[in-house]
């Protein structure tokens, strides 16, 4: 983890967490990164992208791991540029309307956190939220 610059890990964050989603919900999952980082919360990784991807427990995709494999080389391509365009983008183009949190529904339900959220919008299979 220590040699990969912040951009890799971005983008095998939205790898690991997204590769599966639509161009437009792979950059949703990127913004939640991103506005995280904004925020600058020490509990969620602090103020840089790689702080908050690598932060335990906060991304699925790391728990328990030193890297992600990339088993597929164009999804990854996919998650790459994203990841860059939404780095080098501006809170105006964020569609998720600044949501810092998400899930999959289908797979996890609204756990109990999601009461003390508000939902921002559902692309694809993830539910996005804006944390008070």
């Known amino acids: 983890m220590a040699g990969l610059s912040e951009r ?3 983008a095998k964050t939205l790898y690991g967490e997204a590769r599966g989603e639509s161009e ?7 913004w939640v990164i991103k506005n995280r980082a904004n925020k600058n919360r ?14 335990p427990g906060q991304f699925e995709c790391w728990n328990g791991r030193s890297d992600i ?3 597929e080389p164009g999804a990854y391509d996919k998650c ?18 600044g949501a810092d949190h998400y899930n999959n529904p ?3 339900g609204y756990p109990a956190w999601t ?18």
């Open 8 to 10: 890799e890990v971005y």
């Open 24 to 30: 437009r919900g792979q950059e949703a999952v990127a």
């Open 42 to 55: 020490d509990y969620w990784g602090g103020g840089s992208i790689k702080g908050v991807c690598l932060k």
């Open 69 to 71: 494999e990339i088993k």
């Open 80 to 97: 790459s540029k994203v990841a860059n365009r939404v780095y080098d983008a501006d809170s105006r183009d964020d569609p998720t309307g």
């Open 106 to 108: 289908d797979k996890e």
């Open 115 to 132: 009461n003390n959220c508000t939902k921002t919008d559902k692309i694809g299979n993830h539910q996005f939220y804006k944390g008070p």
